[in-house]
C-alpha cells in the first residue's frame, strides 16, 4: 500500500500565467527516490491525478521546490484561490 502524505499548504499563483501550485513539503529525492512522481491527491477532500515536479520554484530560503498543481478547476470547486490554505 503506498504511503499516504497529509499535510496543509498555502495554494501560490503562476504569476501572469492564471495558474497556482502549492509546494510539497517533503524531500522528494529521499522520499521517492526520484524528481518526478505521479500522485493521487486530494486538495480539501476534491480529488487530483498529477505528478510532484521541479518547476524552478524556490521558497524563502532560496532552496529548490517540488510543487503540485492546482488547476483552474479545482480552486473553484473548492472555492479557494491563491494565498488561501488547502489540506
Known sequence: ???????????HPVL????AYII???DIR????????KVHARFDG??????IVN??????AGNICY???VQKAIR???GKQAGDRVQ
Open 55 to 60: 518547476m524552478g520554484v524556490k521558497d524563502e
Open 30 to 37: 529521499e522520499e521517492f527516490g526520484k524528481g518526478r512522481v
Open 76 to 78: 473553484a470547486a473548492i
Open 46 to 51: 476534491h480529488p487530483y491525478d498529477g505528478s
Open 1 to 11: 500500500m503506498a504511503k499516504i502524505y497529509e499535510f496543509e499548504a498555502v495554494i
Open 16 to 19: 501572469d500565467k492564471g495558474g
Open 67 to 69: 510543487i503540485i498543481g
Open 24 to 26: 510539497f513539503p517533503y
